[in-house]
Nanobody
Framework: QVRLVESGGGLVQAGGSLRLSCAVS????????MGWFRQAPGKEREFVGG????????YNAVPVKGRLTIFRDMIKNTVYLQMNSLKPEDTAVYYC???????????????????WGQGTQVTVSS
């Protein structure tokens, strides 16, 4: 059974940092790609960045340019989303999602992911 368990959300002041974690079980480390998405109230789910099976990353430059870093821990089979210089407009529920894939490409489409975390709230105060 595949499980994605997220942690690390919370309340932070503008300019602060948070690190979200997505612990994966049931999927071996080098067999999946992971995307991070966020959804603010009344808005569609938005891709913020992702990592492929070998560690290659890509980011949605428009909302998060230069402020996010995604990296993987092989031993813990966990993917992290480090967010810096947070802004109030970053407030949303953040989700990790995984798909069995050994492509270089990381999909930006939520529909292409099979497994999802439970979501974690990030609130940035001004």
């Amino acid at each position: 059974q595949v499980r994605l368990v997220e942690s690390g959300g919370g309340l932070v002041q503008a300019g602060g940092s948070l690190r979200l974690s997505c612990a994966v079980s049931g999927l071996p480390y080098s067999t999946y790609a992971m995307g991070w998405f966020r959804q603010a109230p009344g808005k569609e789910r938005e891709f913020v960045g992702g990592v492929n099976w070998s560690g290659g990353t890509m980011y949605n430059a428009v909302p998060v340019k230069g402020r996010l870093t995604i990296f993987r821990d092989m031993i813990k089979n966990t993917v992290y989303l480090q967010m810096n210089s947070l802004k109030p407009e970053d407030t949303a529920v953040y989700y990790c999602a995984a798909e069995r894939s050994r492509d270089r490409h990381v999909s930006v489409e939520p529909a292409e992911y099979t497994y999802w975390g439970q979501g974690t709230q990030v609130t940035v105060s001004s």
